[in-house]
Nanobody, 124 residues
Framework: QVQLVESGGGSVQAGGSLRLSCTAS????????MGWARQAPGKEREGVAA???????AYADSVKGRFTISQDNAKNTLYLQMNSLKPEDTAMYYC??????????????????WGQGTQVTVSS
């Protein structure tokens, strides 16, 4: 079955950087669109970024210019480089996956497969 395991979360001051990683297994990685979603306490899940096997990407407006999603297909690993972090970026971050491409998949927050999450805390 699909397994997604995140790592790289932590605590950082505003303006700092973190890099999240997600190792995927149990499916044909190249057939899926991968992404990152987040959820802060008391708030709804929010799609952050997505990338498909062709390298097409999509970002939430709130992170454009600060976050970069990338992947290493040979390692079945997804990354999220987060720069210029803000306190409002504080949330549990989840690696997510959905069969298809950027053009055919639903919103990232509605992807079918989710990892266990990694906490990101940004202090002011």
């Amino acid at each position: 079955q699909v397994q997604l395991v995140e790592s790289g979360g932590g605590s950082v001051q505003a303006g700092g950087s973190l890099r999240l990683s997600c190792t995927a297994s149990g499916y044909t990685y190249s057939s899926y669109c991968m992404g990152w979603a987040r959820q802060a306490p008391g708030k709804e899940r929010e799609g952050v970024a997505a990338i498909d096997s062709a390298g097409s990407t999509a970002y939430a407006d709130s992170v454009k210019g600060r976050f970069t999603i990338s992947q290493d297909n040979a390692k079945n690993t997804l990354y999220l480089q987060m720069n210029s972090l803000k306190p409002e970026d504080t949330a549990m971050y989840y690696c997510v996956a959905e069969r298809g491409t950027i053009a055919t998949t639903p919103a990232v927050a509605d992807f079918s497969y989710w990892g266990q999450g990694t906490q990101v805390t940004v202090s002011s």
